[in-house]
């Protein structure tokens, strides 16, 4: 293994205009995700359909480092952004993966302090139990020989629709962000795609 530092050094303005590219990506592969959970259930629909979920969870911690940098060089006046360890999936998917969860669980509390009685708490989910950095391979790839295929820790598909609804929220409300911190520093930076919801279709295309 390299003893190099994965370290993300960009100038300010490039790092912004990362931030809204990242975005964009984000939500391309919410559409994915979004198009796989409205086809008919099918052998492997569910595999895949959590492996791009797992992508989405990944590139939301991404996302979660380089705005707070942004953020940081924006105010401080720095001429660059610096942000550790942008390249490590693992540690970025299980970062937004506990962030999102303790959103789900706070708009939940919420709710029941209201006076819901349909909600519950949500328990913790399997998938959480299990080694990050070894999920895609074992979603996507077979077992070897002789070994069997555990997936037990794919969550419900209705659960999966909350953690990409989670998702999708927060990247387009940073997207939302860096344009305006963006615009204030002299930049014009536009997220691309825009929310395309149609009525009674929830597995739509979302954004184009």
Known sequence: MSGEA???HPARDAAFQMAEDLAAHILENSNTYHVLAGQDEYPGRDRLRFSVLLVMFEEMGKLMALV????????A???NVRVEDFHDHCLNGRKATSQILEELRTAEKASLSLGRKDIKLSEEP????????????RLLYMAPEGQKQNLDFIPPGALMDRYATIIERNTLAAG?????????????LQLGLKPKMREGEPHSLRYL
Not at 68 to 75: F, L, M, V
Not at 126 to 137: H, I, M, P, R, T
């Open 6 to 8: 994965d370290v993300l």
């Open 126 to 137: 399997a998938f959480v139990k299990e080694d990050f950095c070894s999920l895609q391979e």
């Open 176 to 188: 939302d962000y860096i344009h305006d911190l963006g615009k204030a520093l002299g930049l014009w």
């Open 77 to 79: 006046d720095y001429l």
């Open 68 to 75: 707070q940098q942004c953020e940081r060089a924006a105010k």
